[in-house]
């Protein structure tokens, strides 16, 4: 019995001094990152049957339990992943923000000083002064620019050399996973099946910090090891083994990292289908905010140095020379052309420029070929475009005209087209002398004193620098005449040969004889021979006929102007005795059948002009056309307008405007273009779109604001969740330590027990 008794308290002893092990084990594990607090599990021993019953023979430890919960520990991944996702876009969400609204230093204030210099400048345009505070915010714009893209350029080099740490760190984590795999599955099949608690601990705490850098989800083998997939299900552990992430360059561009795994000697990107973490944080922002502010900042940068270029060409300096570029041309050479890495053809084979910059939208542009076709896709929104003519002959989508320099395209190739994305750091400025600012006007226009109407023309301008012809022009008002000579129908004299009559077609204006034809005589051989012989009598008429070589349309006009209507009178005559038969005709200049039994017409033109005529200094006509009160006149790249109730004959000149010192007109239309709707297909302005811009990247920041501290309030609570279940309590193990170690003394006083009773025994066998 003693016996009993002794191996009883022994076991009581052992099980207290290891339920005490662990206690003191969670005691100095508290501050430990990732431990489970442990319990030991106590089961009774085997008891003995005797004829009486069964009697105990003590306490053993059945297991040493993690205190654990899988459900628990799988929403700490998650909410760390989204949490250390949110906070990374936020935070470099931010430093892009405030760059953005800095009130000192952004690019508004520069903006609206340079506007405001340009304005004074109209104001007072032959002040050097005003001219030269122009050329010094000009600079300061452009720096600007310069500036904010180096910003925005920083943060992507930054950001390129962060994914190689942060791949680096992942890979150092996967491999020590599956090396903790390792350990785990020995040490299963060395303890019986007992669990190795604190090597859990140690890959649960390094799966968690994984989910730091990604989304992270596992899968958990029959030998112990733990599979562990990233992103949208990319294993980076399975079994012992860990597999390397790569930092590889964009197919397209060399100078942006993606994130890849080997495949044998070639690398897969995974980028896309990357998610969660501080990785997934900084593709997201690189690809939902960086990529399109910097191409935004190129696109307002590249539609103010083009749109201000364009209207600076319209004028003329203080030289009295046209006005060249304002700022360097950027159409022609910022966009850029970039090959896919798995293409035959060559990049620099396509030509890509922007001619039309109302029309381009700042988006980037995939283009590829498939079998014939030849597609060109925006990548903002994947619409399409099936190209007509390229590469045949040049062609031009959205704005940018597209051509190929050299050799041809092989199919399955494929080109990203980045229109604006170098804008802003290629600006410059192309005028040093103040003179060269060109504010004034290249053409001016006039009214006649000698004008008899109330039609007034405004100023004129030049719309077109590269059709500009520099001359001295008149705009005639007149009216379209039915007035026609082809040299071999109109104007023949049919006789009746019976009556043997001698024909005569007479052709009269203001009841002035201008024109005699005989029969027999030779016809007028055009439109100019019908004009000259009606010009021969001007002084007497007072009208002036005039042709539009272009639509052969005969223009009559009253010379001088005036109010009062003329006419033009056909008429048919016989020349001898004999009189007019029926069967004589003729076919009227001015487009009447005149014949024995009608033999004159008369036609009314004058008074308010229906039509204009535009002539040179030589008297070569430009245009002509219907008048419309208020509709443009354009020619040579030069535009005006006449407005009201111009007479007949009412003159306006366009000349050169020469000595234009005080002129400013070009300049109000350079001050217009602040508020101007000149992108996004006419619908936006310059601080239109940088206003969506700044509007985007504030949002974007508060979103991620906001999102990072949910995310981080479900992490606190997971955590304490965690904590609450997992986490060591001081106090409950100061009570375990001294319920073990009342436990461990009561062993000891059942052993006294036992040896008393075995001295007791011996004793009496002694005596």
């Given at each position: 019995?003693?016996?009993?008794i002794?191996?009883?308290?022994?076991?009581?002893?052992?099980?207290?001094?290891?339920a005490?092990a662990?206690?003191?084990?969670?005691i100095?594990?508290?501050?430990t990152?990732?431990y489970?607090?442990?319990?030991?599990?106590?089961?009774?021993?085997?008891?003995?049957?005797t004829?009486?019953?069964?009697?105990?023979?003590?306490?053993?430890?059945?297991?040493?339990?993690?205190i654990?919960?899988?459900f628990?520990?799988?929403?700490?991944r998650?909410s760390?992943?989204?949490?250390?996702?949110?906070?990374?876009?936020?935070t470099?969400?931010?430093?892009?923000?405030?760059?953005?609204?800095?009130?000192?230093?952004?690019?508004?204030?520069?903006?609206?000083?340079f506007?405001?210099?340009?304005?004074?400048?109209?104001e007072?345009?032959g002040?050097?002064?005003?001219?030269?505070?122009?050329?010094s915010?000009s600079?300061?714009?452009?720096?600007?620019?310069?500036?904010?893209?180096?910003?925005?350029?920083?943060?992507r080099d930054?950001?390129?050399?962060?994914?190689?740490?942060?791949?680096?760190?992942?890979?150092?984590?996967?491999?020590a996973?599956?090396?903790?795999?390792?350990?785990i599955?020995?040490?299963?099949?060395?303890?019986?099946?007992n669990?190795?608690n604190?090597?859990?601990d140690?890959?649960?705490?390094?799966?968690?910090?994984?989910?730091?850098?990604?989304?992270v989800?596992?899968?958990?083998?029959?030998?112990?090891a733990?599979?562990?997939?990233?992103?949208?299900?990319?294993?980076?552990?399975?079994?012992?083994?860990?597999r390397?992430?790569?930092?590889?360059?964009?197919?397209?561009?060399?100078?942006?990292?993606?994130?890849?795994?080997?495949?044998?000697?070639?690398?897969?990107?995974?980028?896309?289908?990357?998610?969660?973490?501080s990785?997934?944080?900084?593709?997201s922002?690189?690809?939902?905010?960086?990529?399109?502010?910097?191409?935004?900042?190129?696109?307002?940068?590249?539609?103010?140095a083009?749109?201000?270029?364009?209207?600076?060409?319209?004028?003329?300096?203080?030289?009295?020379?046209?006005?060249?570029?304002?700022?360097?041309?950027?159409g022609?050479?910022?966009?850029q052309v970039?090959?896919?890495?798995?293409?035959?053809?060559?990049?620099?084979?396509?030509?890509?420029?922007?001619?039309?910059?109302?029309?381009l939208?700042?988006s980037?542009?995939?283009?590829?070929?498939?079998?014939?076709?030849?597609?060109?896709?925006?990548?903002?929104?994947?619409?399409?475009?099936?190209l007509a003519?390229?590469p045949?002959t040049?062609?031009?989508?959205?704005?940018?005209?597209?051509?190929l320099n050299?050799?041809?395209?092989?199919?399955?190739?494929?080109?990203?087209?980045r229109?604006v994305?170098n804008?802003?750091?290629?600006?410059?400025?192309?005028?040093?002398?103040?003179?060269?600012?060109?504010m004034a006007?290249?053409?001016?226009?006039?009214?006649?004193?000698?004008?008899?109407?109330?039609?007034t023309?405004?100023?004129g301008?030049?719309?077109?620098?590269?059709?500009?012809i520099?001359?001295?022009?008149?705009?005639?008002?007149?009216d379209t005449?039915?007035?026609?000579?082809?040299?071999?129908?109109?104007g023949?004299?049919?006789?009746?040969?019976?009556?043997?009559?001698?024909?005569?077609?007479?052709?009269?204006?203001?009841?002035?004889?201008?024109?005699?034809?005989n029969?027999?005589?030779?016809?007028?051989?055009?439109?100019d021979?019908l004009?000259?012989?009606?010009?021969l009598?001007?002084?007497?008429?007072?009208?002036?006929?005039?042709?539009?070589?272009?639509?052969?349309?005969l223009?009559?006009?009253?010379?001088p102007a005036?109010?009062?209507?003329?006419t033009?009178?056909?008429e048919?005559?016989?020349?001898?005795?004999?009189?007019?038969d029926?069967?004589?005709?003729?076919?009227?200049?001015?487009?009447?059948?005149?014949?024995g039994?009608?033999?004159?017409?008369?036609?009314?033109?004058?008074?308010?002009?229906?039509?204009?005529?535009?002539?040179?200094?030589?008297?070569?006509?430009?245009?002509?056309g219907?008048?419309?009160?208020?509709?443009?006149i354009?020619?040579?790249?030069?535009?005006?307008?006449?407005?009201?109730?111009a007479?007949s004959?009412d003159?306006?000149?366009?000349?050169?405007?020469?000595?234009?010192?005080?002129?400013?007109?070009?300049g109000?239309l350079?001050?217009a273009?602040?508020?101007?709707?000149?992108?996004?297909?006419?619908?936006?302005?310059?601080?239109d779109?940088?206003g969506?811009?700044?509007a985007?990247?504030a949002?974007?920041t508060f979103?991620?604001?906001?999102?990072?501290?949910?995310?981080?309030?479900?992490?606190?609570?997971?955590l304490e969740?965690?904590?609450?279940?997992?986490?060591?309590?001081?106090?409950?193990e100061a009570a375990?330590?001294?319920?073990?170690q009342?436990a461990?003394?009561?062993?000891?006083?059942?052993?006294?027990?036992?040896?008393?009773?075995?001295?007791?025994l011996?004793?009496?066998?002694?005596?």
């Open positions: 019995m003693a016996g009993g002794l191996a009883s308290g022994v076991s009581g002893l052992l099980s207290a001094q290891r005490l662990v206690t003191s084990n969670n100095n594990n508290v501050n990152e990732g489970s607090r442990q319990r030991v599990e106590f089961a009774a021993r085997t008891p003995d049957a004829g009486y019953g069964f009697v105990g023979n003590g306490v053993q430890i059945s297991s040493i339990e993690r654990f919960d899988s628990v520990t799988s929403q700490l998650s760390t992943s989204a949490s250390e996702q949110a906070s990374e876009f936020n470099l969400a931010s430093r892009v923000n405030n760059l953005l609204v800095d009130a000192d230093a952004g690019l508004m204030p520069s903006m609206q000083a506007f405001n210099s340009v304005q004074l400048v109209s007072s345009p002040d050097n002064v005003a001219r030269q505070v122009l050329l915010d600079e300061t714009l452009v720096a600007r620019f310069k500036s904010f893209s180096q910003g925005l350029t920083d943060a930054s950001l390129n050399q962060t994914i190689r740490t942060e791949i680096n760190a992942i890979n150092g984590l996967t491999s996973i599956a090396d903790v795999n390792r350990e599955s020995s040490a299963l099949s060395a303890g019986n099946g669990l190795p604190d090597l859990l140690k890959r649960d705490q390094l799966v968690l910090d994984l989910s730091k850098y990604v989304s989800s596992t899968v958990e083998e029959g030998n112990g733990l599979n562990v997939f990233i992103g949208t299900g990319q294993s980076v552990v399975v079994g012992f083994d860990s390397d992430l790569i930092s590889i360059n964009n197919a397209f561009d060399p100078e942006q990292l993606e994130v890849g795994f080997s495949a044998g000697s070639r690398a897969v990107e995974i980028s896309s289908q990357i998610s969660g973490g990785l997934g944080g900084l593709l922002f690189r690809s939902q905010l960086l990529d399109s502010a910097q191409d935004d900042l190129g696109y307002i940068a590249m539609g103010l083009e749109t201000f270029n364009q209207q600076h060409r319209l004028g003329i300096d203080l030289n009295g020379a046209l006005g060249g570029d304002y700022f360097n041309s950027l022609s050479t910022v966009p970039l090959g896919n890495q798995s293409n035959v053809s060559d990049a620099s084979q396509i030509n890509v420029s922007v001619t039309d910059i109302s029309q939208t700042g980037n542009y995939r283009l590829e070929r498939t079998g014939s076709n030849y597609t060109l896709t925006n990548l903002d929104d994947n619409s399409t475009v099936l003519t390229f045949s040049s062609e031009t989508v959205a704005g940018m005209t597209l051509s050299s050799g041809t395209i092989a199919d399955g190739d494929s080109f990203l087209i229109p994305r804008a802003a750091q290629n600006m410059g400025l192309s005028v040093s002398n103040p003179q060269s600012i060109a006007s290249p053409v001016r226009a006039t009214n006649s004193l000698d004008n008899t109407g109330s039609g023309i405004n100023s301008s030049v719309t077109d620098s590269a059709a500009y520099a001359d001295s022009y008149s705009v005639i008002m007149a005449t039915s007035g026609d000579a082809d040299g071999s129908v109109i023949l004299i049919n006789d009746d040969a019976a009556t043997g009559n001698a024909l005569q077609y007479r052709l009269v204006i203001n009841n002035t004889l201008v024109y005699t034809q029969e027999g005589d030779p016809l007028l051989a055009d439109q021979a004009a000259a012989q009606i010009n009598s001007t002084t007497t008429t007072g009208v002036r006929a005039y042709v539009d070589n272009v639509s052969g349309t223009l009559l006009a009253q010379s005036s109010a009062v209507p003329f033009v009178t056909e048919l005559l016989d020349s001898g005795a004999t009189p007019l029926v069967a004589d005709s003729v076919t009227g200049y001015f487009g009447t059948v005149l014949t039994a009608a033999s004159s017409n008369t036609q009314t033109y004058g008074g308010t002009a229906n039509s204009y005529i535009v002539l040179d200094s030589a008297g070569n006509t430009e245009t002509s219907a008048y419309t009160s208020g509709d443009p354009a020619f040579n790249g030069i535009e005006a307008t006449v407005s009201g109730e007479n004959g003159n306006f000149s366009i000349v050169q405007n020469i000595n234009g010192v005080s002129d400013n007109r070009n109000l350079l001050a273009l602040q508020s101007n709707l000149t992108l996004v297909g006419g619908t936006a302005s310059y601080e779109v940088f969506t811009l700044v985007d990247v949002s974007q979103q991620s604001g906001v999102s990072s501290k949910a995310y981080n309030s479900i992490l606190q609570q997971n969740e965690r904590a609450s279940i997992s986490g060591v309590n001081l106090d409950e375990n330590m001294m319920q073990y009342q461990y003394q009561a062993a000891a006083q059942v052993i006294s027990a036992a040896d008393s009773m075995f001295q007791t011996l004793n009496s066998i002694g005596r």
